[in-house]
């Protein structure tokens, strides 16, 4: 007997994102690229926690745990004849809709719908979940779909009750009343392998009876949902008339013709080539051949969602201008930058230039960077965080989604040519508070000189001004906090100070200065990278022999005789963060367990899930000594990842 296909809220969520992919969902031979995203997003944030606390401030709930759809319901059927009672996870049908409620309140003929969300609300911001013009906000609109979605099946799977309708969510303007609440919710394994939360035994009242959740109504902006008009491929709809169209196809296994945008940038149905090569389907590729008739050969070619930093990608699709070298200057709209390098549109012809005359070098501005280089002073440091934000905060007295900097890495060049490793910082300590410690280490590593210092994007100016309000705020600060305080401001750029050794952001002087059409143009440090090695003689002849960590060579403080350009098959070099050592031996179990089957930290969310992972999970000494020192590796590459675009630069300017 084959397993009825019922619209859940997710399958519904998706359908309005994009109809199509309900065809696609749940597929083996449509490999989803998200699957594992969402996982590492909700254990990054602290999801699976909020949600266990939410019950928590709802004790005496029944947990209705089957998998099975028919037994769920039937056991909430079971639960709804009594007059009162709370439960978690409930199972509600409507013909061939399917949701399970976060919390429900029964209270005679009264329900309470609670959707528990990991995501922050300001309860001193007017109204934000609608625009000024009265609309429901972009921003909003996913989480409030979701709730829609379920009162409605709610209302049609119950008639005659009435149903009130709330977001539970991380409230940003309350403390949290006790040391180590996170600490409390450990991710664990179930008695059926599933992940779970294991809530301490020490939980107490005084962790419940400062609410750092916030329950807010959200029935007036599910009306609105639910009087909307909506397209159903060209059609307009009611809600309950989208709900039926996507139902209907999705019941019967029936793809909805697609209509390609901007959006498919994202899509999560792409496979890699490995896996094209495996068998498996490539849902994006298939809406592209199907809209624009496209061969095979035609995703070679760039297409309009490579073009950097454009807000008209949809206006061009429109027109049937699909490819970059469909573009022209008019398109573009080209306005000379009013300061030094090139601006945003100048940048983005360029781009579409090196399509049409095929020419896969790299530009460089020598002028321009020669004269950004002529106004620093050596050494020259460059810095990277790890950082993390998580909805119930690790210690006292902090507010859901603080930021937390729990690591850095620093790396200096001098004036000779000469580079080091020279710092780095880690504060893995389960429920330990590290920004003023880190800022502390970070002062005293950078304030032996005078150089410039170097970051990679804002990421660092921001989380640097989050702890400089972090120690005004504190009613407890450290006993250096005016001199924490003044370095900060020394080092970083606000509306209302640039300081005297304010950061350089090399991200800033890609966007000027350089572009190479291997980026296919990103500007993020992970693709600037391998497209700089690929073209630079000079960093290939240094870095193809085992120089960094090696004894008169480069000190590092994690690497002994590394190698950091390695050619594959083709004779290009390999991404250094594909280089990476894995977490655990591939054999071991724990490479599995760590960091949901993801053995090597290539990317900066990674670490993040790792910190995270090691605050709040059962792990032995050995795994988490083995993640400590992965994300020591990881962020050193991060710094020398800088230092290797600079040297390329430096080279270019200075030597041809």
Request: with cysteine.
């Amino acid at each position: 007997m084959l397993k009825p296909r019922y619209l859940t809220k997710t399958r519904y969520k998706l359908g309005i994102d994009c109809p199509t992919k309900l065809f696609y969902t749940g597929k083996k031979e449509y490999p989803d690229q998200r699957q594992e995203d969402a996982f590492l997003a909700a254990l990054a944030e602290g999801g699976f926690q909020v949600g266990e606390l939410a019950r928590q401030y709802y004790r005496g709930g029944i947990n209705i745990d089957s998998l099975d759809y028919t037994e769920a319901e039937d056991m909430t059927r079971d639960l709804m004849k009594q007059d009162q009672v709370i439960m978690y996870e409930p199972a509600f049908r409507y013909k061939n809709l399917f949701i399970r409620i976060d919390i429900l309140v029964k209270d005679g003929n009264n329900l309470r719908l609670i959707e528990v969300k990991s995501k922050s609300y300001d309860n001193q911001q007017d109204n934000p979940f609608l625009t000024k013009g009265g609309k429901i906000s972009s921003g909003w609109e996913p989480y409030l779909q979701d709730v829609a979605f379920q009162k409605y099946v709610l209302e049609n799977a119950c008639p005659g009750f009435i149903i009130h309708s709330y977001l539970m969510m991380a409230d940003k303007n309350v403390t949290c009343p006790t040391d180590g609440l996170n600490q409390k919710f450990r991710i664990m394994k179930d008695t059926k392998n599933r992940k779970g939360i294991k809530v301490s035994n020490s939980l107490t009242d005084e962790d419940l009876n400062n609410r750092i959740l916030i329950e807010v109504p959200v029935d007036d902006y599910v009306h609105l949902i639910h009087d909307g008009t909506y397209d159903a491929c060209g059609n307009d709809v009611s809600f309950a008339g989208l709900i039926y169209f996507l139902s209907r196809y999705y019941e019967q296994d029936k793809k909805i013709s697609p209509e390609i945008s901007s959006n498919c940038k994202g899509c999560e149905f792409r496979c890699t080539p490995e896996e094209e090569a495996a068998g498996f389907k490539n849902g994006f590729k298939e809406c592209w051949k199907e809209v624009l008739n496209w061969k095979e050969s035609d995703f070679n070619e760039p297409s309009i969602l490579e073009l950097w930093s454009s807000q008209r990608k949809n206006s061009y699709i429109t027109v049937g201008k699909v490819k970059l070298k469909d573009l022209t200057q008019h398109d573009i709209n080209i306005k000379p930058s009013k300061v030094s390098g090139m601006s945003a549109s100048e940048r983005q012809w360029l781009q579409v230039e090196k399509v049409k005359s095929n020419d896969t070098s790299a530009y460089f501005d020598i002028a321009g960077m020669k004269a950004e280089m002529d106004t620093w002073s050596y050494p020259l440091h460059h810095i990277d965080f790890e950082t993390s934000r998580v909805a119930i905060p690790f210690n006292k007295g902090r507010k859901p989604y603080e930021g937390i900097i729990f690591q850095f890495s620093h790396h200096i060049v001098h004036e000779n040519g000469a580079v080091e490793h020279a710092g780095q910082y880690l504060n893995a300590a389960s429920g330990v508070f590290p920004n003023y410690e880190c800022v502390h280490e970070l002062k005293r590593q950078l304030e032996k000189d005078n150089g410039t210092i170097f970051r990679y994007a804002t990421h660092e100016n921001s989380y640097l001004l989050e702890v400089y309000r972090q120690l005004l705020d504190d009613p407890e600060p450290p006993n250096d906090r005016d001199e924490l305080c003044e370095f900060i401001k020394t080092i970083t750029k606000s509306d209302d100070w640039t300081g005297k050794r304010c950061m350089v952001d090399l991200w800033d002087l890609v966007k000027k200065y350089y572009y190479d059409p291997a980026t296919h143009g990103s500007n993020s440090i992970k693709a600037v990278l391998p497209a700089i090695l690929n073209s630079s003689s000079y960093l290939q002849g240094k870095y193809s022999k085992p120089v960094y960590g090696a004894t008169g060579g480069i000190k590092s403080l994690n690497y002994s005789d590394w190698t950091w350009v390695i050619y594959d098959d083709n004779g290009k070099v390999t991404d250094p963060y594909n280089l990476l050592p894995p977490v655990f031996d591939k054999n071991t179990d724990a490479s599995i367990e760590l960091i949901s089957q993801d053995e090597e930290l290539k990317e900066g969310g990674a670490a993040m899930t790792a910190y995270c992972r090691m605050q709040f999970s059962e792990m032995s000494d050995h795994e988490r000594d083995k993640l400590k020192t992965a994300l020591l590796k990881y962020c050193e590459l991060d710094t020398f990842a800088m230092v290797m675009i600079y040297e390329a630069w430096r080279e270019m300017v200075y030597n041809k």
